[in-house]
């Protein structure tokens, strides 16, 4: 017998404390309701579920695309009913102008007014139709514009950074702001704030009290006045905004010298702008909004433009450095030219860059003639080739800094595409690495339906631009008799063009529908997957509890009852 170690308790002890771990285990799945609760519990398990977790993640939100894909459509073929309907109404007019029995001074005019309202409304429509800020039916979903179905058009990847609209307007010393807005007209004025129209009435309520203290400044304001003043002018502009239902918010400050106008929108859709003011008719003013936004103190229909600024944000370019353009097949050299440094933070916004790029590819294009020995605008009786006109290619940045390259010429099928020479990134840098033109668009809106960035992940939504122009109805004119009967033929081209698209938009809205049906059974199917994996199975784990639990109680006897053995020394001793 021994007292120094009591092995019958040790081994009890450790039991006990082996028990206890058990059932803290239990207890944190029972109470957690997951069997893996840490890495320890099942590091296979863990890492598959967690796999199986981003999927059913990525799953549930591709539904709520799809389903916000299927808004956009419906928003976009909703309107399309409207110029269904117009276009059917058009058709009726110039069915009756096309009688006889009406005279041209009188009742062919009357007709014509409302084939011209009816005119205005489908281009107010196509150029106002947008969900969540993106425009629908006016040719950017095409990547083209009104107009532009006859040609070509390459929407290169955005290469710029955006930033708010911000405008320098009226210098508030005597000789800017009392010259500026001395003589202005009590009007109506209409400014531009991230593509809505807001109307500023300076006769009435606050409007009324700033531009009564704006206009008896003659002799200008003191710079503590002018910042006094930028904060009214901004509380009045965003009350205003509210009021009239708009989204979005402007600042207006002081800098010290001049006020400067923002919008405190910092993507490409940024701008604030004035359009022009409401003036009594056959009258001319000077605008309270222009004079403040433009120390030329413009009058009522002098538009002062303000949209985001473009700076470019890819690799530093130099005169000289080459890619290719590809035409029809025909691989030529686009050579920056001289001046052509181009550095990340440069301004995009104006000519200079765009200009630059523009002289280059219509070089690139000129070799296309010489390398086919073609003439421009001449068709080559042996090869049946036409010579491209090299001024029929335009290149410009969009409002969100990508670089359009367009061919506005007569020669069809003129396809181009641009791509780097060896491990140079001329044209990476520039967006034009990938892609290629397409017939009077771009590349789209692309909606992610799936969990993975693959192609078949994605669906892209194309609307062609459904102005009066790109119809082919905007000349119509049924104020003749002739000219009535022309105009039913187009009018009748026109609504099977809106058909068309309505049909792609249906098309396009029921592949969503089936998308989702197939997101949700996948989403279901994982679940379960990972559900057997991850979750706890209450009745096992509860059978295992209750054994822990006795087998503690069991410990805890056997502990004291151990603890007992070596008193039987006591009697050896004694």
């Known amino acids: 017998m021994r007292i120094q170690h009591n092995i019958a308790a040790i081994n009890s002890n450790r039991q006990l404390a082996s028990n206890n771990n058990a059932i803290g285990k239990n207890l944190e799945k029972l109470s957690s309701g997951y069997k893996i609760n840490r890495a320890g519990d099942d590091a296979a398990g863990l890492a598959i579920s967690e796999k199986m977790r981003s999927q059913i993640t990525g799953l549930s939100k591709a539904q709520d695309n799809a389903n916000d894909g299927i808004s956009l459509v419906q928003t976009a073929e909703g309107a399309l009913t409207e110029v269904h309907s117009m276009l059917n109404r058009m058709t009726e ?29 489908i281009d107010r429509i196509a150029d106002s139709t947008n969900y969540n800020g993106i425009n629908l039916l006016d040719g950017s979903l095409g990547g083209g514009v009104a107009g532009s179905a006859g040609g070509t058009v390459y929407t290169g990847a955005s290469i710029a950074k955006t930033a708010a609209a911000t405008l320098q307007g ?50 200008g304001l003191s710079t503590d006045q002018a910042k006094d003043m930028a904060t009214k002018l901004t509380d009045l502009f965003n009350a205003q905004m509210k009021e009239q239902g708009l989204n979005g918010s402007v600042k207006i400050t002081s800098d010290g010298t001049n006020f400067v106008f923002a919008s405190t929108d910092k993507t490409a859709n940024s701008e604030f702008s004035f359009i022009g003011t409401t003036s009594a ?70 000519t200079t860059v ?46 969100s800094g990508a670089l359009v390259v367009k061919y506005t010429g007569d020669v069809e099928g003129v396809s181009f595409s641009f791509s780097d020479i060896g491990d140079k990134t001329v044209a990476s840098s520039l967006g034009l690495g990938t892609g290629s033109s397409k017939v009077g668009g771009g590349r789209g809106l692309t909606l992610q ?18 102005s009066s122009k790109s119809l082919g109805i905007s000349d119509v004119n049924i104020s003749t008799q002739a000219g009535a009967s022309e105009a039913i033929d187009k009018i009748k081209t026109a609504i099977n063009s809106v058909s068309s698209t309505r049909g792609d938009l249906g098309a396009v809205q029921n ?64």
């Open 449 to 466: 339906i799936g969990d993975t960035a693959e192609k078949f992940n994605k669906l892209t939504v194309s609307v062609d631009s459904m």
């Open 511 to 574: 592949r969503l529908e089936h998308t989702i049906n197939n997101l949700g059974v996948t989403e279901e199917n994982m679940t379960s997957a990972e559900s057997r994996i991850r979750d706890t199975d209450m009745a096992k784990e509860m059978m295992q509890y209750t054994k822990n639990n006795i087998l503690i109680q069991a410990s805890q006897a056997m502990l004291a009852q151990a603890n007992q053995l070596p008193q039987g020394v006591l009697q050896l001793l004694g």
């Open 354 to 399: 765009s200009t630059i790029l523009q002289t280059a590819i219509r070089a690139a294009a000129s070799s296309y003639n010489t390398t086919l020995g073609l003439i421009k605008n001449v068709k080559d009786t042996d090869s049946g080739l036409t010579g491209l006109d090299s001024d029929d290619f335009t290149a410009e940045f969009d409002k």
């Open 281 to 350: 008719a056959g009258t001319t003013v000077t605008s309270l909004g222009a004079a403040l936004m433009s120390s030329t103190a413009a009058t009522d229909n002098s538009a002062i433009e303000n949209t985001a600024k473009l700076t470019y944000n890819g690799e530093a370019l130099a005169s000289g450095d080459t890619f290719t353009m590809t035409i029809n097949g025909v691989k030529s050299q686009v050579k920056l030219g001289a001046g052509a440094s181009i550095k990340k933070g440069d301004d995009l916004t104006g």
């Open 170 to 219: 009226v210098a508030f010393n005597a000789a800017g702001l009392g010259a500026a807005v001395a003589s202005v007209a009590a009007a109506t004025d209409t400014f531009s704030v991230n593509g809505q129209k807001l109307k500023i009435d300076w006769t009435k309520g606050d409007a009324k009290t700033i531009a009564d203290q704006l206009t008896a400044a003659t002799t």
């Open 93 to 121: 007019l110039a069915t009756q102008s096309a009688n006889g029995t009406f005279d041209d001074a009188t009742d062919r005019a009357n007709l014509q007014k409302e084939v011209d309202s009816l005119l205005s409304e």
